[in-house]
T-cell receptor
């Protein structure tokens, strides 16, 4: 198995631009998680899905952030418009079931200038 | 709300010594406790986990202990090696139904000096 796949690995964009991050979970996994990691705030859970349905989006910082999971093998995290304070590493993780071990993707390093 | 506190934030040991990282959690319903290791510039990787029906679990040089009464769990690394240097995160989860999200501690930066 290729593991969790994320794209792009690096993204540099200007303030005000739309950014879309992509994730493909491990095949057969039913739960998908989006995290953001910064030095200041550590590892934060933004939103998670179970069977493609959003369960908890309380970690989404504001309305500029949105996430979708149109099918079991694909999810997107969109930031529109982006701001410099959104600069971080964004990880996607998946697990077979909720409450079981999560496997992280390689992350997307986002820089907003 | 749910909270996981992790200590210490940094830990420096000499190669061959043991390292211990401790976490406490607030939600008594938590029943799944994984530990992740994150090397610089890489993804967090699961290294060991424990469920609430077990008090201790070992895997070669690493072990985790759980005290449900006190609501704390610890990671023990014996015979540390330079490649153990990384950031370690503990986490807690209720582990079932629609409440399976992980609550992470703040991380411990472990430095193993050769």
């Amino acid at each position: 198995d290729a593991g969790v796949i994320q794209s792009p690995r690096h993204e540099v964009t200007e303030m005000g631009q739309e950014v879309t991050l992509r994730c493909k979970p491990i095949s057969g996994h039913n739960s998908l998680f989006w995290y953001r990691q910064t030095m200041m705030r550590g590892l934060e859970l933004l939103i998670y899905f179970n069977n493609n349905v959003p369960i908890d989006d309380s970690g989404m910082p504001e309305d500029r952030f949105s996430a979708k999971m149109p099918n079991a093998s694909f999810s997107t995290l969109k930031i529109q418009p982006s701001e410099p304070r959104d600069s971080a590493v964004y990880f996607c993780a998946s697990s077979y079931l909720l409450g079981q071990e999560q496997y992280f993707g390689p992350g997307t390093r986002l820089t907003v200038t | 709300g749910e909270n996981v506190e992790q200590h210490p934030s940094t830990l420096s040991v000499q190669e061959g010594d043991s390292a211990v990282i401790k976490c406490t959690y607030s939600d008594s319903a938590s029943n799944y406790f994984p530990w992740y290791k994150q090397e610089l510039g890489k993804r967090p990787q699961l290294i060991i986990d424990i469920r609430s029906n077990v008090g201790e679990k070992k895997d070669q040089r690493i072990a985790v202990t759980l005290n449900k009464t006190a609501k704390h769990f610890s990671l023990h690394i014996t015979e540390t090696q330079p490649e153990d240097s990384a950031v370690y995160f503990c986490a807690a989860s209720k582990g079932s139904g629609n409440t399976g999200k992980l609550i992470f501690g703040q991380g411990t930066t472990l430095q193993v000096k050769p």
